[in-house]
């Protein structure tokens, strides 16, 4: 009867109920607190493989330490004297040097086989000097080459030892050469004087390879 009256409109349509959802709530295990939190591990990178360190040095390098040798100590008093009697240097691209260079050559052999210490220190000093101000024209390669031959032909100065070691004047004569290759390599007698072979060759390339990066 109430739906036959609520459909002629007599009385009020019934009010529908609001569903209430039902909320679930998870439980949460006590015993997940005590676990200990994993950190993850940062991925390993590959290690760099460490330098080398046998490293060549640089021509740069090897020319310092030439400019730097000193062949006579401070201390001594005849050091303070000869300080005003310095070598001259070249001018002029007709000036030829090869009697000078092998005038310090020859006095140095002197002075080494008659064991004179501070000649001997003396006259590498005055070479040292005199190559460190000469002006490389490519005319003057040659009075290079000529003290080069010089060095590596005299019969009184020591082959290379067991260990590598070479005379003082030989030390010099190929570390100015290595020093000026660009310079003194575009030229064809020294193109002729490698093909020579003999120590001299050996010496060269021992020391190109380690100061030439």
């Given at each position: 009867m109430d739906s036959v009256l609520s459909g002629m409109g007599?009385?009020?349509p019934p009010s529908k109920k609001d569903k209430k959802k039902k909320v679930?709530?998870?439980?949460v295990n006590?015993?997940?607190?005590?676990?200990p939190v994993q950190k993850a591990e940062p991925s390993a990178e590959p290690a760099h493989p460490p330098e080398d360190e046998n490293r060549h040095t640089s021509r740069a390098q090897l020319?310092?330490?030439?400019?730097d040798r000193d062949y006579l100590s401070k201390e001594n008093p005849k050091t303070l004297i000869l300080q005003y009697f310095q070598p001259?240097?070249?001018n002029d691209v007709d000036q030829n040097f090869t009697p000078v260079f092998l005038a310090h050559a020859r006095l140095y052999c002197f002075a080494r086989l008659r064991l004179i210490a501070p000649l001997k220190a003396l006259t590498l000093d005055k070479l040292h000097k005199t190559l460190m101000d000469f002006k490389l024209y490519t005319k003057r390669i040659g009075d290079i080459i000529k003290l080069a031959r010089y060095a590596y032909s005299n019969p009184d100065l020591p082959e290379r030892?067991?260990?590598?070691?070479?005379?003082?004047?030989?030390?010099?004569?190929?570390?100015?050469?290595?020093?000026?290759?660009?310079?003194?390599?575009?030229?064809d007698e020294f193109v002729k004087?490698?093909?020579e072979g003999g120590e001299f060759v050996g010496d060269f390339w021992r020391m190109t390879r380690d100061y030439i990066a």
């Open positions: 007599l009385l009020p679930k709530t998870a439980r006590p015993d997940i607190w005590d676990e020319r310092s330490q030439f400019n001259k240097s070249n030892a067991e260990d590598g070691t070479i005379d003082d004047l030989k030390t010099l004569v190929v570390e100015y050469i290595v020093c000026e290759i660009d310079t003194v390599g575009k030229c004087y490698m093909e």
